[in-house]
Nanobody, 115 residues
Framework: QVQVVESGGGLVQPGGSLRLSCAASGDTVTIINRYWYRQAPGNQREQVAGLISGGRTDYADSVKGRFTISGDSAGTTLYLQMNSLKPEDTAVYYC?????????WGQGTQVTVSS
């Protein structure tokens, strides 16, 4: 089993920055890939960024050039640096860790971009 907990959300003005963190614990050696997702009210959950085994990164078109996903060397903490935030980035952001057998989700952290 793996547990993931997100932190770092909050209220920020348009054009501002936030860094989200995702701490994983438990059987973290089984984790292959890690992702950030988000879900805005009335919308489906969408993948924002991925950190794939071997260090490859993947981003949704809507965040390319503004968001950066990274992880620590121990593989237990995942980050999402979000710059040039827009009101449409407002959502609950979720961390997901995927092993060979299943996906583990956190409870989410709210990001609100508003003046």
């Amino acid at each position: 089993q793996v547990q993931v907990v997100e932190s770092g959300g909050g209220l920020v003005q348009p054009g501002g920055s936030l860094r989200l963190s995702c701490a994983a614990s438990g059987d973290t050696v089984t984790i292959i890939n890690r992702y950030w997702y988000r879900q805005a009210p009335g919308n489906q959950r969408e993948q924002v960024a991925g950190l794939i085994s071997g260090g490859r990164t993947d981003y949704a078109d809507s965040v390319k050039g503004r968001f950066t996903i990274s992880g620590d060397s121990a593989g237990t903490t995942l980050y999402l640096q979000m710059n040039s935030l827009k009101p449409e980035d407002t959502a609950v952001y979720y961390c997901m860790a995927r092993s060979r057998l299943r996906a583990y989700w956190g409870q989410g952290t709210q990001v609100t971009v508003s003046s």
